[in-house]
């Protein structure tokens, strides 16, 4: 089946296990999903555990894993930027989200995400992507 925006979810907080309580959490909650709205929610393995090796994560596109030691994950030129060596699929390994222009973490997230597809106005997160 073809990649598209109605097969592709839109990545949220809790799909990549970010959980904030308190009287103060709603606005970081809410940068956060802003900010990973231009992301797929990530497929992962069904093996339940991180796997080194083989990797956890896996291209919306090809199925390749994009993780560990064997995944398809290759930089790019830009900061934090990369593709699925496999088809091309445009991902992004590091993550500054800001709030108020300050960065929401110490550092930096560092979890291979891949771009949305394209929309059905044209619109999409990433020049790079082209639906099949």
């Given at each position: ?17 970010l959980e904030l309580t308190g009287p103060d959490a709603a606005p970081y909650i809410a940068a956060m999903n802003k900010y ?97």
């Amino acid at each position: 089946m073809p990649v598209t925006t109605e097969t592709t979810r839109v990545c949220t907080a809790a799909d990549i296990g970010l959980e904030l309580t308190g009287p103060d959490a709603a606005p970081y909650i809410a940068a956060m999903n802003k900010y990973l709205a231009k992301f797929a929610n990530p497929i992962t393995r069904d093996h339940g555990e991180e796997n080194w090796v083989t990797g956890t994560c896996l291209c919306l596109n090809c199925m390749c894993a994009l993780d560990g030691v064997l995944g398809t994950f290759q930089w790019g030129l830009a900061s934090g930027e990369g593709k699925c060596v496999e088809c091309g699929w445009p991902c992004r390994a590091h993550h500054y989200p800001k709030i108020d222009g300050e960065n929401i973490f110490d550092g930096v997230l560092q979890m291979i995400l891949q771009y949305r597809p394209k929309s059905e106005e044209g619109n999409h997160a990433n020049p790079a992507i082209r639906t099949h």
